[in-house]
């Protein structure tokens, strides 16, 4: 729906009520009995009417004590219809002296099926309330109805007709695991004795699924005003199949500097029929609650689920984006989606940090899919500062749109920092896909990201990771560069390379582009054009000042699974050849660490800086390292400037003009910094600036140019950023998973046998001790 103002998205369980006494006359004047107003208002209650909602509020506001008044109207943009209206009390605002500036209000959204939902309130009131008072508002026409007698003439109590709707069964798309508020069973009343109502849990309630009693007790969390978390689930000894589950309020436990290990749970336990029953309640909460605060202002609903013992979150995503269009397609098979949640449900046994997520369009149908384990957000924290989000899939007809974030650890080597289904190739999708990983990954932003051209994607990167400098993928220009420079002759061909890949500053990129376009005569060559304007993006003499982890300059970049995910991949095949290849790529990193820790690379020269380099980094980098200290024996270094601490020199290769870089140089903090920018782009110093330091007689690195992402201990890297002001908050998760991540190493290695057993036991009970941890 267009609205003027932020819509919300309302609840899907909607309950109808009417004010007591009341008998809405239906088109064939009978009357119908619809409820009672005495249910307090809350989010998610349906009217057919805005009037019928006024009058709801109207007779709630008498018997509370006060009055109504018709407050502000929002109308569509697309064809100037009311789409929502709110009723205030009397007392709002301050254009009367009677006025208090009382903020009680509620207001009702119109949805698509013409019906009114209360989708936003405010109880509280700032002045005294009196007893009943006069309605202020007429009424419509009503029949008084006596109470109904019984068969056996008794008069009963007349109780509230609640009206659930049950979107599930309106064609939705969305299968088991994915909340949608479906029909639960309400409380019944049995040998004389009335039970809780169905809108709070009690010991002995019903369901028929598992799903259906998370769905129950996510409808009573939102009244009430506490989220949700799927806790600790119980599986039979005979068959492996589950025989209990807990559903904890989200401020359960203390993984998390958010929560404050609220007791509040509700658990549900097999029945032989199949059915599941409450067996065990805590509705006590050690913190604040916020009734129907919840869904105010929900743009989007995702199942965020991270941990099988720790958490299913249903968080609202703040407003990024506006609603999810009607006409997206989703290319993701319905059949993909339950096949993938048992995936996720078993991986969440194994794995305490794993995470996924799960966007719903308007419809609550089921949309792009996202996950991450622990292994992937912990490698976030070391290797997340240059991300390549991978679409290869979108290079051929594949059958899965599978999607992923690829990192570059301390051995340069792809890490996996997260998976993902791509529903549909909309801003939608990618902006929500984006901000899912931000979330996983505590926040921590990129400085560079490596993802394709298309507008939806520069517009989801620039709204999510607004600091990060975009790199077009390198695959997708060169297509398009076959696709439009292909008839072109063989030496446009070869001086287009030449002005890419040898202009070494932006300035002798735009000197040699303009000679080039003019040469051939095509400055009016729109796609020439279009990709000029966006040099900053593709061309390396442009990039080369930004952080990109060691991405090759020409962006050729190995796939992360090779060839064993393609356009032949089958849904059978997708989830076993995931796992292997990801197992595959992690057990090259562990022989890439057990080398770096063995093995002593030979030195070349007897320079102390050489020596230190090698104690520091790894294999893969100190060979880089070594490589630019040796080139840089090949090069002359000339002072050209100096005034006070600063220095310039000229450096350039033995026998080649050409090639020449300016190296500058403070004396007072032994900052140095080359044309060519090598350390900028990777993180590692250039030949030219080691000739420099050679003529200055500096033996070894000061710190700074060693930065701790190339080390042997990079694992541990994130403790260096408490002093670059890192979170208290995202400090105590990087520590959960690092400490998480040592000890699943002592339990791999400590496992292989009885005595790597007892030696591992013996290091963490020794360890124990000195953290005052005795068992």
């Known amino acids: 729906m267009d609205m003027e103002s932020a819509d919300t998205e309302p609840n899907n369980m909607v309950v109808k009520a009417y004010p007591l006494g009341m008998r809405i006359m239906n088109h064939n004047g009978i009357g119908e009995d619809e409820g009672d107003s005495r249910v307090e208002p809350y989010v998610g209650l349906e009217f057919d009417t805005a009037e019928e909602a006024r009058d709801y509020y109207n007779s709630y506001a008498t018997r509370t004590g006060f009055k109504v008044r018709t407050g502000q109207l929002y109308r569509s943009r697309t064809d100037g219809t009311v789409s929502s209206r709110r009723f205030v009390c009397s007392k709002e605002g301050f254009q009367l002296n009677s006025r208090t500036g009382c903020p009680a209000f509620i207001r009702v959204q119109r949805r698509d099926t013409g019906k009114w939902v209360l989708d936003q309130i405010q109880k509280e009131h700032n002045h005294e309330l009196g007893g009943q008072v006069e309605e202020t508002t007429p009424r419509p026409s009503v029949q008084q109805r006596a109470p109904t ?20 069964d309106k064609g939705r798309s969305c299968p088991s695991g994915v909340i949608s508020f479906k029909r639960f069973k309400g409380a019944e009343e049995s040998d004389g004795q009335t039970q809780p109502k169905a809108t709070e849990p009690y010991a002995g309630l019903e369901f028929s699924s598992a799903n259906e009693a998370c769905q129950f007790y996510q409808a009573y969390a939102e009244v009430v005003g506490f989220r949700v978390r799927i806790g600790q689930l119980f599986r039979s000894k005979v068959d492996g199949s589950i025989t209990s589950r807990r559903f904890v309020c989200s401020k359960e436990g203390f993984q998390h500097p958010s929560r404050m290990g609220c007791g509040a749970y509700m658990r549900i336990k097999r029945q032989d029929s199949g059915g599941w029953i409450v067996d065990r309640l805590n509705k006590d909460h050690n913190h604040e609650l916020e009734p129907g605060k919840k869904n105010a202002g929900m743009k989007k609903i995702t199942e965020d689920v991270t941990g099988g013992l720790d958490s299913v979150d249903l968080i609202e995503l703040n407003d990024f984006s506006n609603h999810i269009s009607k006409a997206r397609e989703n290319t993701i098979g319905k059949e993909w989606y339950p096949v993938l949640f048992d995936y996720f449900q078993s991986k969440q046994a194994e794995d305490m940090g794993f995470f996924y997520a ?30 390549v989000f991978d679409t290869s899939y979108r290079k ?23 998976g993902a289904l791509v529903a549909d190739e909309s801003k939608e999708a990618f902006s929500w896909l984006f901000q899912t990983w931000l979330r996983a990954m505590s926040g921590r932003r990129p400085r560079s990201i490596v993802a394709d051209q298309d507008l939806p994607i520069q517009q989801a990167v620039a709204q999510v990771f607004p600091g990060a400098h975009h790199r077009f993928s390198a695959w997708q220009i060169r297509s398009k560069e076959r696709e439009n420079l292909g008839s072109f002759p063989n030496e446009f061909k070869y001086e287009y390379e030449k002005c890419l890949y040898q202009s070494q500053t932006t300035v002798e990129f735009d000197t040699m582009w303009s000679a080039l376009v003019n040469k051939y005569g095509l400055r009016e060559n729109m796609w020439l ?80 800086v050489e020596e230190q380099c090698r104690r520091l980094y790894t294999l893969t980098i100190f060979r880089i390292f070594q490589s630019e200290l040796a080139q840089s024996y090949n090069y002359l270094g000339l002072k050209t400037y100096e005034e006070g601490a600063i220095s310039r020199f000229l450096v350039r290769k033995c026998g080649n003009e050409n090639e020449k870089h300016a190296v500058t140089f403070s004396a007072s903090n032994l900052n140095a910094s080359c044309s060519c920018q090598m350390f900028e782009y990777e993180g590692l110093l250039c030949r030219h600036i080691f000739k420099v330091f050679n003529l200055l007689d500096i ?24 002093e670059s002001g890192v979170t208290s908050q995202d400090l105590k998760a990087l520590m959960i998973w690092s400490l998480r991540e040592a000890a699943s190493k002592y339990i791999e290695f400590g496992t292989s046998s009885l005595e790597k057993y007892k030696l591992a036991y013996e290091i963490m009970r020794e360890g124990g001790k000195k953290l005052c941890w005795q068992r």
């Not at 509230?160 to 049950?166: E, G, L, N, Q, S």
Request: with cysteine; charged share 25%.
């Open 149 to 168: 007698p019984t068969k056996l003439g008794i008069s009963v109590p007349h109780r509230p007709k609640m009206k659930v709707v049950d979107e599930a």
């Open 358 to 387: 799960v966007e719903l369009d308007s419809n609550g149908s089921c949309m792009s899919i996202f996950w991450a384990d622990s292994r992937s957000r912990f490698a976030c924290s070391q290797f997340g500062d240059a991300v």
């Open 396 to 418: 051929g007809e594949y059958s899965v749109p599978f999607a992923m974030f690829i990192g570059f650890n301390h051995h340069r080597q792809p890490v996996l920092l997260g």
């Open 529 to 608: 054009r279009e990709i000029y304007e966006k040099r900053e993006n593709w061309v390396p003499a442009y990039l080369r000042a930004s952080f990109f982890g060691g991405i090759p300059v020409n962006g050729t970049i190995e796939p992360f699974y090779g060839t064993s995910l393609n356009s032949l991949t089958s849904l059978t095949e997708f989830i076993s050849r995931y796992e292997q290849g990801l197992e595959q790529r992690r057990e090259e990193e562990r022989k890439e660490d057990f080398n770096s820790y063995n093995l002593q690379p030979f030195l070349q020269t007897k320079e102390p």
């Open 699 to 722: 033996r070894e690195l000061p710190s700074r140019y060693i930065l701790h992402r190339w080390t042997k201990n990079a694992e541990f890297g994130f403790v260096r950023d408490v």
